[in-house]
């Protein structure tokens, strides 16, 4: 896909994920947004999968350490063909296969269920291991928040990491710079984050988390660093593409009202209007 093509899938994605929360009457839409971009790149072109095959052995996996933002990943794996985009309205819902976290044995192309904050990139190393273990060629990516590396149990995972030196490992860090309770600079400060996976054997990139060609740039990157996993610093808005939710801790955990959801998808039309003209 070119940068345009990219841009037309991404916001398709943030519909998505609008749809998703507001018919849910909850949910996580504020992280999700900003990390809308990321997650199409992944799916649509980093990652090696097949919707038509989501439990392929040799196929490259993704964990998404901060689970609550389940419905980018969802909206994510719909436009890419894992299940139907329809289904986008169950979200949360009582017999749906999506439920308000990541389910590895009911929803397709889900490679590890999430939820409880600070896990994920433990997982994540663990299957990065099992490849290097088995002489196998796959790559794990996982997704991890600014506010959710306050966690302990984070920096056991990178200390780990960076120590055996698993460069089949890519973490991003979604740096919108807010969690639920306001600032992360104000709540626990992780900064400086780069500098600190540094000293845990970590080759980090920091990028805007909004511009293809440098989240294109750093994937080309982390395959080519050999000896060390690679870190992924994406500086982003949250609630990226609604204009009342972008940069608004609020947002973090709520669904839009009735007219909020269609002032939303509104701009997100006119957006994607945009984008599909320029083609």
Known sequence: MNNKELQITATKVRKGIVEAVHSAKSGHPGGSLSAADMFTFLYFEEMNIDPKNPKDPNRDRFVLSKGHTAPGLY?????????????????????????????????PGVDMSTGSLGQGVSAAVGMALAAKLNGDSYRVYALTGDGEIQEGQIWEAFMFAGAKGIDNLTVVIDNNGLQIDG?????????????????????????????????????????????????????????KGVSYMENQAGWHGKAPSDEEYEQAMKELDEQLAKYEAEV
């Not at 436009?79 to 389910?103: A, I, M, W």
């Not at 500098?195 to 990139?205: D, G, M, Q, S, Y």
């Not at 988390?209 to 660093?225: L, T, V």
């Open 75 to 107: 909206s994510t794996l719909a436009n890419r063909g894992f299940f139907p985009v329809e289904d986008l309205k169950t979200l949360r819902k009582l017999g749906s296969y999506l439920q308000g976290h990541p389910c590895m044995t009911e929803t």
């Open 183 to 239: 600032k992360i600079d104000d709540v626990c400060s992780p900064y400086p984050i780069d500098k600190k996976l540094e000293a845990f054997n970590f080759n980090t990139i920091c990028i805007d988390g909004h511009d293809f060609d440098q989240i294109r740039d750093a994937f080309a990157k982390a395959k080519e660093c050999k000896g060390k996993p690679t870190a992924i610093i994406m500086k982003t808005t949250k609630g």
